[in-house]
């Protein structure tokens, strides 16, 4: 929700500014690359030890020792899932989705890592497979296994129904709003801000 339209006038070199090439914000090249040859190599001789189903709108936990693998798989058509990490013996250490995309970018692929939060910041998982990375980047710039936002929550889920019921009953006499249209609607939305 931005405005539509700019409060402050453009400087007389802004089509210059805008025209240098970003720079991304950290020396990603530097980074540790994980050494996906040796992971694929153990998974060669990988064997199902767990299953865990999660049922929709559902959650559920699963412990995966250092070294180990875990699969994600959407079994049945097309779904959304969200996950999280936590370190095993300190839930205070868990996955840092901002850095993690500051790292790696919007989208996570194969060789990308999943880190911690400060002040660790360690991988805690390394993709080692994705059976999605065909999808690669649509023409609407999306693509899959994003690390933009973060994991769902019923307090934003909360949070936009206050700002509709709040509005609701702002513009709407029958709502217990008041029934004042006009005022009674921008104090609402003020109530929302
Ligand atoms: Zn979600």
């Given at each position: 929700?931005?405005?539509?339209?700019?409060?402050?006038?453009?400087?007389?070199?802004?089509?210059?500014?805008?025209?240098?090439?970003?720079?991304?914000?950290?020396?990603?090249?530097?980074?540790?690359?994980p050494?996906?040859?040796?992971?694929?190599?153990?998974?060669?001789?990988?064997?199902?030890?767990?299953?865990?189903?999660?049922?929709?709108?559902?959650?559920?936990?699963?412990?995966?020792?250092?070294?180990?693998?875990?699969?994600?798989?959407?079994?049945?058509?097309?779904?959304?899932?969200?996950?999280?990490?936590?370190?095993?013996?300190?839930?205070?250490?868990?996955?840092?989705?901002?850095?993690?995309?500051?790292?790696?970018?919007?989208?996570l692929?194969?060789?990308?890592?999943?880190w911690?939060?400060?002040?660790?910041?360690?991988?805690?998982?390394?993709?080692?497979?994705?059976?999605?990375?065909?999808?690669?980047?649509?023409?609407?710039?999306?693509?899959?296994?994003?690390?933009?936002?973060?994991?769902?929550?019923?307090?934003?889920h909360?949070?936009?129904?206050?700002?509709?019921?709040?509005?609701?009953?702002?513009?709407?006499?029958?709502?217990?709003?008041?029934?004042?249209?006009?005022?009674?609607?921008?104090?609402?939305?003020?109530?929302?801000?």
């Open positions: 929700m931005k405005l539509d339209h700019p409060e402050h006038p453009a400087p007389p070199d802004a089509v210059a500014r805008k025209g240098i090439r970003p720079v991304i914000c950290y020396p990603v090249e530097g980074l540790p690359r050494d996906l040859a040796a992971c694929r190599a153990a998974r060669e001789g990988w064997s199902l030890v767990q299953e865990v189903l999660v049922p929709p709108r559902e959650a559920r936990t699963f412990e995966v020792p250092a070294g180990w693998f875990f699969r994600i798989v959407s079994i049945e058509g097309p779904q959304v899932g969200d996950l999280n990490l936590f370190a095993a013996g300190n839930l205070g250490e868990r996955f840092f989705s901002g850095k993690t995309r500051a790292l790696h970018g919007t989208h692929s194969t060789g990308d890592r999943m911690s939060c400060l002040p660790w910041l360690r991988p805690m998982a390394t993709i080692t497979d994705d059976t999605l990375d065909w999808y690669g980047f649509d023409a609407f710039g999306g693509s899959v296994h994003d690390v933009i936002g973060t994991r769902c929550d019923p307090y934003t909360a949070l936009f129904l206050a700002a509709i019921s709040i509005t609701t009953a702002a513009i709407q006499p029958d709502a217990g709003g008041g029934g004042a249209v006009g005022p009674a609607a921008a104090r609402g939305r003020t109530a929302c801000a």
